[in-house]
């Protein structure tokens, strides 16, 4: 089974909560963390990581708290699962691996890669307003409209 991280997860519900507050100049970790039910220390480290990627902006002070660094529509899933997990690969057999002794004879390598150059541009197709629902903001981050990938 493939599925992204509970910190990508979280992660992509942050960013899907912020676009959904447009008319907010800065929203706590507080805020998104009591919103989604999240434990608020593992999503602070989250939006610092985001934040240090470039994909938010953090206020500091009494009204502080993250922001979209850029618009919503501009920064896909891909990025997101980028910023807090690093480079995603199905396997850890990939192009030019070394360590692997079957690589010589190996048949399933460049079809894995394939696979995997899918999956990321499905990833990098998906923005975080595609997640936005029609209608109020939910609550229940199974109906986030956030995807999970399986095979």
């Known amino acids: 089974?493939?599925?992204l991280t509970k910190k990508a997860d979280y992660g992509l519900i942050a960013l899907k909560y912020l676009a959904e507050h447009p008319e907010k100049q800065a929203v706590s970790a507080k805020d998104v963390a009591?919103?989604?039910k999240i434990p608020a220390q593992l999503l602070a480290k989250i939006l610092q990581q985001l934040?240090?990627?470039g994909l938010l902006r953090?206020?500091?002070g009494m009204n502080g708290g993250y922001a979209l660094a850029k618009d919503a529509s501009a920064i896909s899933a891909f990025e997101v699962i980028l910023a807090i997990d690093g480079p995603f690969f199905i396997t850890s057999c990939t192009k030019g691996a070394k360590d692997c002794e079957l690589s010589s004879n190996c048949s399933i390598k460049e079809p894995l890669a394939r696979v995997n150059e899918t999956i990321a541009g499905v990833l990098k197709s998906i923005s975080i307003n595609d997640l936005i629902e029609d209608g109020p903001a939910s609550a229940d981050p199974a109906k986030a409209g956030l995807i999970t990938l399986t095979t």
């Open 58 to 60: 953090s206020h500091a």
């Open 34 to 36: 009591d919103a989604y």
């Open 1 to 3: 089974m493939l599925k």
């Open 51 to 53: 934040t240090k990627s």
